[in-house]
């Protein structure tokens, strides 16, 4: 499906239950293109300084850029609100198939913009260039049965995000890739929203301009790492370069890094996440299940608690994911409090 160039917004406003579509102003779209820069002049616009990013004034942007699901690496969204965890602006971003399938319910628009509150939790639909709330069966679920019990690629919170949890994140993909930082997910679930589910063709792209930057980006020294390792290389590069921080920030350096790292992942390894021209995580086995480790569940999971147990270091980064925990700020606080408590 080819997608039409994007010039339009959806409003959704969950208190009064309206979806409206408008278009966005040529001057912003020519000034900041997409992403990011048009969902921070929405916020700068609609917001006021003082907002309660856990208030139902407060706005989350779901944002694309105009050549999302067209070209390699342009397969992530922004999530742009108020953070409930810093008080300032937050951008977060993930990718997967989501991304790329919201481009294509989307059509003319770049993106969703969200505000109010519902009474009770609720899914946003998005097809066909428009979308519609409805009721939420989904409450209490976590960020993968989530995900499973819909038709269609989800973005949802799990109990972090109900509960609003100030570091909670938005899931997608089944909870194997998040909007993280900042808690994105905690405004979320302060507008009851549970899930917001993407159905549509993918867009079309340039089929013969993908391939020419494939094959480009696997003689590239940054894509061959990548394609062999994945993020989790970097635990073992940050170890031996002497920026691994370990046990909860206080040492510099971890024993069990290797234990962590990219050997351990590439012994277990049973399938690539994806095979497209920028690869993706791997998929392991281990004791809890299988699942795509990443080098921020290592560093932070592991060094951070000082934890060289691979399975238990995978099950810990699983259990955030379903819950909708952004496992680096869990990390640190889990380290934190063991910290405390050794300190009496």
């Not at 972090?160 to 930082?181: F, L, N, P, Q, W």
């Not at 000082?306 to 925990?325: H, I, P, Q, S, T």
Request: hydrophobic fraction near 40%.
């Amino acid at each position: 499906m080819a997608r039409p160039a994007p010039n339009r917004l959806l409003r959704v406003n969950l208190s009064s239950g309206t979806v409206e579509s408008e278009r966005v102003p040529e001057a912003w779209r020519r000034k900041y293109v997409g992403g990011k820069g048009l969902g921070a002049r929405y916020l700068y616009e609609e917001l006021s300084p003082d907002v309660n990013p856990l208030g139902p004034d407060n706005a989350l942007l779901f944002m694309l850029g105009p050549v999302s699901g067209l070209l390699p690496g342009e397969d992530r969204y922004a999530a742009v609100t108020k953070s409930p965890l810093t008080g300032t602006f937050l951008d977060s971003y993930a990718g997967g198939s989501f991304p790329t399938t919201l481009a294509g319910a989307l059509g003319d628009h770049l993106g969703v913009l969200v505000t109010g509150a519902a009474e009770e939790f609720v899914r946003l639909v998005v097809e066909d260039g428009d979308a519609r709330i409805e009721q939420a069966d989904t409450a209490g679920l976590d960020a993968a049965e989530t995900a499973e019990a819909h038709d269609g690629s989800v973005a949802c919170i799990g109990p972090a995000g109900e509960a609003e949890v100030a570091y909670a994140t938005i899931a997608s993909d089944g909870a194997e890739h998040h909007a993280g930082r900042g808690g994105a997910g905690a405004v979320m679930g302060s507008k009851s929203l549970k899930a917001v589910v993407a159905r549509g063709d993918s867009p079309e792209g340039f089929p013969d301009l993908r391939r020419r930057y494939a094959e480009r980006y696997r003689r590239d020294d940054t894509g061959k790492w990548q394609a062999a390792s994945g993020t989790v290389e970097t635990v073992e590069f940050a170890d031996e370069t002497g920026v691994l921080a370990a046990r909860g920030w206080t040492e510099r350096g971890f024993d069990g890094a290797e234990s962590v790292g990219v050997g351990a992942v590439r012994a277990r390894t049973i399938e690539r996440e994806h095979d497209g021209p920028i690869p993706g995580g791997f998929r392991i086995e281990t004791e809890a299940g299988d699942s795509v480790p990443r080098g921020a569940t290592a560093m932070t999971l592991g060094a951070g608690l000082a934890l060289d147990d691979f399975d238990a270091v995978a099950e810990l980064g699983e259990r955030c994911n379903r819950l909708g925990l952004d496992l680096i700020s869990a990390g640190n606080a889990v380290a934190w409090a063991a910290r405390a408590s050794e300190s009496g």
